[in-house]
């Protein structure tokens, strides 16, 4: 559903309104429109367009989150999700919940993500290790780990793209 004060326009991809919109407004719209972008049966072409549509869903947290975006075969996205929550710097990650949520949704590949409320997008060692770890307990049920995206201000990292992958 649209967010208020938007309506649909004449042509797919266009909106009108007939009033005044506030910064909120814009916001508001923009994440309707990246939560489209991942919507079930898309498929993502490459890590920045993955990146744009996190960014705009996950800017404004002040507090870091770990999810993914689930795919099948052919890489059209089955869903995506936010699996767990945690402070301003930390999350606790366990890859038997990614797991699971993985065979729930009968997935052949995933790409996970995470936000640094502090900005940095860099790495640090324990993000590393837990992308390897990942890796390795999805290697065990065949299912392929296409990128590990970190989320900061403006900017991201891709595992994928450095290799790491």
Do not use: W
């Amino acid at each position: 559903m649209l967010p208020k004060p938007f309506k649909a326009g004449d042509q797919p991809g266009n909106y009108i309104t007939n009033q005044a919109i506030g910064e909120q407004d814009i916001l508001n719209m923009a994440k309707y429109l990246a939560r489209q972008r991942l919507r079930k049966g898309r498929t993502l072409c490459s890590p920045d367009a993955c990146f744009d549509y996190l960014q705009t869903l996950l800017q404004e947290l002040e507090h870091e989150v770990f999810g993914a975006i689930f795919l099948d075969q052919q890489h059209r996205i089955i869903s995506h999700e936010i699996l767990f929550r945690g402070t301003i710097n930390q999350a606790s990650v366990y890859p038997r919940e990614i797991v699971k949520q993985i065979l729930s949704v009968n997935a052949a590949a995933v790409i996970l993500f995470h936000n640094h409320p502090s900005g940095h997008c860099q790495p640090s060692s324990a993000d590393d290790q837990l992308t390897d770890q990942i890796k390795k307990t999805l290697m065990l049920i065949e299912v392929r780990m296409l990128d590990h995206i970190i989320i900061g201000n403006g900017e991201h990292y891709s595992y994928a793209k450095y290799g790491k992958i």
